[in-house]
């Protein structure tokens, strides 16, 4: 990822979270499990937890891309716990697109042609290090 692009995932990431969470994962959540109904059973009953989750989440991916070098043992140990929840590779695609729509969603105006490149970049290059495990 370029020095803009970091700039750019971290600003609108800043922006996103002015908007209440249990929002964002709502529709993130929504549009996963409407898109990929296969996907429900992977994730609790209970879904009032999973906006914390998806911060953390999104949070995790914005934290290491300065440093993504640091944190290869993380992400590894990351990507072990998620293959103990079920997720295959197949599943990274679907995941990026329903966060990329709701990034797109959440951030109405303030999301452009670069802010979307930067996002699909940075996804990428998280879930790939995942997949490599
Ligand atoms: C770059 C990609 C991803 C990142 C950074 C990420 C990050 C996280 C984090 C931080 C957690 C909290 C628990 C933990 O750390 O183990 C989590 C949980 C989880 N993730 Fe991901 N994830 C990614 C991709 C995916 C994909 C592709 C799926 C497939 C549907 C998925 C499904 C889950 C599930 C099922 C849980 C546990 C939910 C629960 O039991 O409460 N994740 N993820």
Wanted: charged share 25%; glycine share 4%.
């Amino acid at each position: 990822m370029t020095t803009s692009q970091i700039n750019l995932v971290k600003k609108s990431w800043r922006l996103l979270r002015l908007l209440p969470p249990e929002l964002v994962a709502d529709t993130f959540y929504s549009k996963l499990f409407l898109d990929h109904p296969e996907l429900r059973r992977m994730f609790p009953k209970q879904m009032d937890e999973q906006y914390k989750k998806l911060v953390d989440m999104l949070s995790a991916l914005v934290a290491r891309l300065d440093n993504l070098e640091g944190f290869q043992q993380e992400i590894a140990d990351m990507a072990k716990r998620h293959i103990g929840y079920g997720v295959q590779l197949k599943h990274y695609a679907m995941v990026g697109d329903a966060l990329l729509w709701t990034l797109e969603k959440g951030l109405g105006s303030d999301w452009d042609k670069e802010t979307s490149e930067a996002w699909f970049v940075c996804y990428t290059t998280i879930a790939e290090r995942m997949m490599e495990v």
